[in-house]
């Protein structure tokens, strides 16, 4: 039961709603006062919390408590891309202590296990609650600390729960939309809540509110961009809802969707949408990170047809004597390219799992990455071809494997079979410490370019009247080889280093095989529509990246061209 339902009836005369909102926060304390603390929390001194306790306050900038003052609060903040907004919780206890008033029974640890509930309200409507993850802020903040900071937006690449907060408040609480052109009053209520058999939640410990004002956009700035001439592309005659890209122009150029670059339509075979932000433009090569991984599953289909590699399955022993790297054991004579291209080897690997010992960051730092990756420990638990884990380094493997095999290196054999034919002329590949083409991710081309790419695929492998990669390897590639993990990644499936997911619009699904990189990256294939849609963004390491791009082709994009 709620601490609220245990006060005792009180009579009250007519009063003005901030009078009540004062006396309900005088009344939590005054509950809370009522237990004995569990912890010592830091001492209260300094005057500007003393002058804010129960209040969330807000900030434009990294300011410091010790230097902190009155006149630095903002009453109302701007929603434009470069302004920074961060928030100050003052407290009159910890927050372990304002646990421990909820349910007295537990442990210190039992607390650590809670956190802050976050409610949003956005002009008088709550939008969005949160229970903030447990391990979002130290242990020992959580039991001393009277004052809590986080950004909520900013440009710094600050790594904070804040951000992540925030975004999943616009993306998922419906924040962006609530937004519109004008001036709206944030409200943020936050709560302690503990979790051991069930959930408790107490009364506000701290609130604040805040005028948020999107500012207009230009007509002009939202219009759908005319397609220049000399794309290279026939340019399609298809009707289109306008009003639909102009808003989804809208929310790029209000910085509601972040960091776009680009967004290309084609639709049976013609250029149907370009448009370009944020200063990039028709000619711009774009770093799309691991979309480059897939464009080693193309090179490899091709090399198999050519007869430089037998086939997918054949093994790692069959291209290095493993005896000679770290960690040698049977296990890994029998890996094979497919369980690289579908990212279910049996290597002790986990690109989701900073922890894992193959995790991707550990490798760059490495003189030699394809050493690394063979000297990986196996993994007894997993069973080939049956667990999926994203696996960055297994891919840079398979770009030495191809290396070793066709005339001339990879690079060579890349640009004569796949580039030149496509009539890509204008890309930049990046480079493992070998100077061979990285296959880890991050070659760069133009969009009209990645498109030429995802139509190919589109098209079964041929382009021109010639066939380029296998129609076979297409449909192997197009293959929902493993489901993926629901908690890591949520529904869809893995094919050959293509993803698969299905969005559901007006309820009709529209399956799709991808490539995706990090910063919500994309190019899509779709299954039964004439479409290949590219995305680019360089929203990298950002939570909101790929759940905006979800959004883009959900709320916007699909319903616009498949009317």
Known sequence: M??????????VTPMKPYCILALALVFAGNLFAQTTNITTPEPITLPIQKANIGKIVFVGDTISLQKLKQTDLLNSFEL?????????????????????QVDSSLTVEQFNKGNFQFAFYVDGKLLYTENLNKGAGLAVNKNIKTTVHAPLISNRGEDSWGRSLWVRFCLLGGGDDAFTTGTHL????????VNTTTLKTGPVIALGQINIIMPAVSAKAIEPQVIKPNSGW??????????KIKALNQQIAQNKFKDITSVVVIKNGKLLIEEYFNGSSRDSLHNPRSVGKTFASA??????HDGYIKSENQMLKDFYDLKKFNNYSPLKENITLKSLLTMSSVFDADDNDDNSPGYEENMYPTPNWVQFTLGL???STKIAGKQW?????????LGDVLNKSVPGGFEKYADGKLFKPLGIKKYQWQYTP?????????LQMRSLDYARFGQLYKNGGLWKGKQLIPENWIKQSFTKHLALPKDVVGDGFYGYLFWNKTYLVNNKPYETFYCSGNGGNKIFVFKDQPLVIIITATAYNAAYAHPQVDKMMQQYILPAVMR
């Not at 944030?186 to 809540?193: D, F, M, V």
């Not at 070998?434 to 991050?442: D, H, R, V």
């Open 299 to 304: 090179i490899m289909g091709i090399a198999i």
């Open 389 to 397: 884990n994203y696996f960055t380094a297994g891919v840079v493997v």
């Open 234 to 243: 026939p340019v399609s005659a298809e009707a289109y809802d306008k009003e």
């Open 186 to 193: 944030l409200k943020i209520e936050a709560r302690p809540y």
């Open 377 to 379: 420990k196996v993994d």
């Open 434 to 442: 070998q100077n061979i083409p990285s296959t880890a991710g991050g």
């Open 2 to 11: 709620s601490l609220y339902y245990m006060l005792p009836p009180i009579i």
């Open 80 to 100: 434009k891309p470069a302004n920074n907004l961060y928030m100050r919780i003052f407290m009159g206890n910890s927050l372990t202590n304002y646990q421990h």
